[in-house]
């Protein structure tokens, strides 16, 4: 599967708002920081897709140019790093691998051609 995720500066709470009443859906799964959106899952037109405030970008050089990255779940960690392997050279590094409490690797990088990814086994 792959999903869309949208990072916004600050306003992901607002981004909320106008896509719940445009597209008629609702938000959930909201996961609420101190002053920002850590997550968030919506459907749009049956695509699910991803919302947050990410610290991730924030501060870096043209951060404003990664407003989105894709998200590709894998059903295991050897598929999800045998096509990491190819993706990878010549990219750039994001989060590393790792293990949390909703994925047994989830992490992020870019390919050659500057297209964010974000890989993980199973689905938030």
């Known amino acids: ?53 990410n610290e991730f970008f924030a501060g870096r050089e043209g951060a404003s140019d990664f407003p989105v990255h894709l998200i590709v779940t894998f059903t295991t960690a050897e598929e999800l790093l045998a096509c990491y392997d190819v993706l990878k050279k010549d990219g750039e590094d994001g989060h590393p691998f790792v293990t949390t409490p909703y994925s047994a690797l989830v992490g992020n990088f870019a390919d050659k051609l500057g297209i964010w990814w974000g890989f993980m086994v199973g689905s938030c």
């Not at 916004?8 to 920002?36: S, W």
């Open 1 to 53: 599967m792959v999903i869309p995720h949208l990072h916004f500066n600050g306003e992901c709470e607002k981004a909320i708002a106008l896509y719940e009443k445009a597209f008629n859906t609702k938000a959930d799964g909201i996961d609420r920081g101190d002053k920002c959106i850590n997550h968030a899952n919506m459907k749009i037109h049956g695509q699910t897709v991803y919302l947050n405030d």
